[in-house]
C-alpha cells in the first residue's frame, strides 16, 4: 500500500520568513496530493490539495509542488505569521481506489 | 457551512467494554471514512464506508471494530472490547466524491483505562 514520508518533523521559523515541509510517496498511482493543516485540539483541515497532472499549485501565501518523476511534493508557505503555527500533514491517495494516506506531521512554529 | 459532527467530544471506559462513537456527515456526502490519532502521532486510515458496506479497511481495523449507517444521517464506530492501545483520538470524515477535499469532524478522544 501507500507509504507517505514527512519532513521534517518539527520547523521553526521567525515570522516573515518561509517555511517548507517535503513529502515522499512510494505508490506510483497515487495522483491526488492534498495538505492538511490541524491547529492544537482541532480537527484537520485542508488547505491546499494538487493532482497528478499539475506541477504547482498556489493560493496567496501558499504553494505545493509535485515532482512525479521523483515521487515527492512540497508546501511552501511564504512570509509566515504566528497564526500559521500549527501541524500540517501531507496526504496521498491513488483517487477512487485507495483511501488517503497521511504523513507523520511537521509541527510548525511561527516565532514572532 | 455545513460541518460534520461527532459525538461524543470525550469519552472514558475501561478495558474491555464497548465503546460506539457517533457522527454525523455532511448530509450530501456518499463516502465516509474513520481514522485515528493517537496522541501526537500522525492521522491513520481505520476504514471506508461507501453504498452502505464497508469499501476498504487497514490492519488496524481487525474484528473488534465494526462500523454501521443505521439510518440516512449517522455513520458509528463500534469497538467491541476496547482496549489500553485503543486511546486515540477518533475522526470521523466525509466527502461526496471517492477523491477530493475530506471534511474532518472534531473528533472523539476516547481514553481506555
Known amino acids: 500500500g501507500e507509504n507517505v514520508e514527512q519532513h521534517p518533523s518539527t520547523l521553526s521559523v521567525q515570522e516573515g520568513d518561509s517555511a517548507v515541509i517535503k513529502c515522499t510517496y512510494s505508490d506510483s498511482a497515487s495522483n491526488y496530493f492534498p495538505w492538511y493543516k490541524q491547529e492544537l485540539g482541532k480537527r484537520p483541515q485542508l488547505i491546499i490539495d494538487i493532482r497528478s497532472n499539475v506541477g504547482e499549485k498556489k493560493d496567496q501565501r501558499i504553494a505545493v509542488t509535485l515532482n512525479k518523476t521523483a515521487k515527492h511534493f512540497s508546501l511552501h508557505i511564504t512570509e509566515t505569521q504566528p497564526e500559521d503555527s500549527a501541524v500540517y500533514f501531507c496526504?496521498?491517495?491513488?483517487?477512487?481506489?485507495?483511501?488517503?494516506?497521511f504523513g507523520k506531521g511537521t509541527r510548525l512554529s511561527v516565532i514572532a | 457551512e455545513p460541518e460534520v459532527t461527532q459525538t461524543p467530544s470525550h469519552q472514558v471506559t475501561q478495558m474491555g467494554q464497548e465503546v460506539i462513537l457517533r457522527c454525523v456527515p455532511i448530509s450530501n456526502h456518499l463516502y465516509f471514512y474513520w481514522y485515528r490519532q493517537i496522541l501526537g502521532q500522525k492521522v491513520e486510515f481505520l476504514v471506508s464506508?461507501?453504498?452502505?458496506?464497508?469499501?476498504?479497511k487497514s490492519e488496524i481495523f481487525d474484528d473488534q471494530f465494526s462500523v454501521e449507517r443505521p439510518d440516512g444521517s449517522n455513520f458509528t464506530l463500534k469497538i467491541r472490547s476496547t482496549k489500553l492501545e485503543d486511546s486515540a483520538m477518533y475522526f470521523c470524515?466525509?466527502?461526496?466524491?471517492?477523491?477530493?477535499?475530506?471534511?474532518f469532524g472534531e473528533g472523539s478522544r476516547l481514553t481506555v483505562l
Open positions: 496526504a496521498a491517495e491513488n483517487s477512487g481506489n485507495t483511501p488517503l494516506v
Open positions: 470524515a466525509s466527502r461526496y466524491r471517492g477523491t477530493g477535499e475530506l471534511f
Open positions: 464506508f461507501y453504498n452502505n458496506e464497508i469499501s476498504e
